[in-house]
């Protein structure tokens, strides 16, 4: 397997890859989505040579959080078959490393990173598998974790952009219904004041008498 890194353990940290809101697990799965949809997206969900190894390698990273190792190895030999055609001594031979990592998870046992022990189970910065697998700026418009920076804040701004529009639309519409209900109390006063009883009122606004009384008397 050809993958641009020399140690995996350089591209892991125990706390740098699980943004706000997520856990390990949580963060993975959404990945594993983000890597099927850039699957369909790409290839039309099967993997052309060249292009399996690496995919099918985070896709076994992401699964062996989500399943235990006998359940990992049965739906990773399923989705390897499926989109790369591999064979199951293909996938052992090809994603030993992640099956050998899951099973020390499983078992408890960990890894040593910069002095500290961690899970056994590898984990990517965004960047590496962004780079691992070449996404585009396009392609990201489509994904919900594989984001670069720049596509992040890119989001967070359409976010602000949206939450002000709808601030100003809930002020207008506040500023319409006010200016509409002044407009009946100023109806409302110049009927009273030509003599209309409150139920001669309602019946010319098309309201209930007691809202024609609200209508003159704001504050009882």
């Not at 049965?74 to 994603?95: D, I, N, P």
């Not at 099956?99 to 899970?119: C, N, S």
């Amino acid at each position: 397997m050809r993958l641009r890194c020399h140690h995996f353990l350089d591209c892991m940290g125990p706390n740098s890859f699980s943004p706000q809101g997520f856990t390990a697990a949580t963060l993975w799965e959404a990945r594993l989505s983000d890597l099927q949809r850039l699957l369909d997206l790409r290839w039309q969900g099967t993997l052309p040579p060249g292009q399996r190894d690496t995919w099918l390698f985070l896709a076994g990273v992401a699964m062996s959080w989500l399943a235990e190792p006998v359940l990992l190895q049965r739906e990773l030999f399923a989705l390897a078959q499926q989109v790369g055609g591999w064979s199951e001594g293909a996938v052992r031979s090809q994603l030993h490393p992640i099956f050998k990592r899951a099973r020390m998870a499983a078992h408890g046992e960990t890894v040593e990173w910069q002095g500290q022990a961690i899970d056994a189970r590898y984990r990517f910065k965004t960047e590496t598998i962004l780079e691992w697998l070449d996404i585009t700026p396009a392609e990201q418009q489509h994904l919900t974790t594989l984001i670069s920076p720049e596509e992040a804040k890119q989001r967070h701004r359409d976010k602000e952009r949206e939450r002000t529009y709808r601030t100003e639309a809930v002020q207008q519409d506040r500023a319409s219904y006010l200016a509409q209900a002044e407009q009946r109390r100023l109806q409302a006063r110049t009927l009273r004041e030509q003599g209309l009883s409150y139920r001669m009122i309602a019946k010319e606004l098309g309201c209930s008498p007691s809202e024609s009384h609200r209508l003159l008397n704001p504050q009882k």
